[in-house]
């Protein structure tokens, strides 16, 4: 119900992030190709492709957690929206453009590689593969420092047993 909320008090910046992905996608938006988003959510990056860029080209959103998935979906007659575990072997097919936004991360460390070799196998020439994803630094001192500044972000929202429990 309040995944909104949620996303945006615990990834700082998400509504510029958002933004940026949207213009980006404009230059591989193509109609006769399919756009993918993994671990879509509740779908509104691919709801608000169709609604406000008006686009009638076919999309599919994919997410393992059915609560998340949009119910009524007879409303978005060119988004399918998929339940599926993208830790098993998935054929992105004509694939014009995919979303990885902070997806990555919750699939096992070895079904990782093999996803990204999927995409790549299914994507059309000229498509893209757009990714938002949190890294870790080979510097442990500036690891820290951004770590710690991310935990000051979420204090304004979460409590510090919240937190850590996410962290965990």
Same mark, same amino acid.
């Given at each position: =119900?309040?995944?909104?909320?949620?996303?945006?008090?615990?990834?700082?910046?998400?509504?510029?992030?958002?933004?940026?992905?949207?213009?980006?996608?404009?230059?591989?938006?193509? &109609?006769? /190709?399919?756009?993918? #988003?993994? *671990?879509?959510?509740?779908?509104?990056?691919?709801? $608000?492709?169709?609604?406000? !860029?008006? $686009?009638?080209? +076919?999309?599919? *959103?994919?997410?393992?957690?059915?609560?998340?998935?949009? &119910?009524?979906?007879? &409303?978005? #007659?060119?988004?399918? %929206?998929? !339940?599926?575990?993208?830790? /098993?072997? %998935?054929?992105?097919?004509?694939?014009?453009?995919?979303?990885?936004? %902070?997806?990555?991360?919750?699939?096992? +460390? =070895?079904?990782?590689?093999?996803?990204?070799?999927? @995409?790549?196998? *299914?994507?059309?020439?000229?498509?893209?593969?757009? @990714?938002? =994803?949190?890294?870790?630094? #080979?510097? *442990?001192?500036?690891?820290?420092?951004?770590?710690?500044? $991310?935990? #000051?972000?979420?204090? &304004?929202? %979460?409590?510090? !047993?919240?937190?850590?429990?996410? =962290? /965990?």
């Amino acid at each position: =119900e309040n995944f909104d909320d949620h996303i945006n008090q615990s990834i700082p910046n998400y509504d510029i992030l958002f933004s940026s992905i949207l213009r980006i996608s404009d230059y591989f938006r193509d &109609e006769n /190709k399919i756009i993918y #988003d993994i *671990g879509c959510s509740n779908g509104n990056l691919l709801r $608000y492709i169709r609604r406000v !860029e008006n $686009y009638k080209g +076919k999309m599919i *959103g994919i997410d393992y957690s059915r609560n998340l998935l949009p &119910e009524n979906t007879k &409303e978005y #007659d060119n988004i399918s %929206f998929l !339940e599926y575990d993208l830790n /098993k072997s %998935f054929n992105f097919d004509n694939a014009g453009m995919v979303f990885s936004i %902070f997806t990555l991360q919750f699939l096992h +460390k =070895e079904a990782r590689q093999t996803v990204l070799n999927n @995409i790549y196998s *299914g994507l059309c020439k000229g498509g893209a593969l757009i @990714i938002a =994803e949190k890294t870790y630094l #080979d510097n *442990g001192q500036f690891q820290d420092i951004f770590t710690f500044s $991310y935990y #000051d972000y979420k204090k &304004e929202a %979460f409590t510090a !047993e919240q937190i850590l429990s996410k =962290e /965990k």
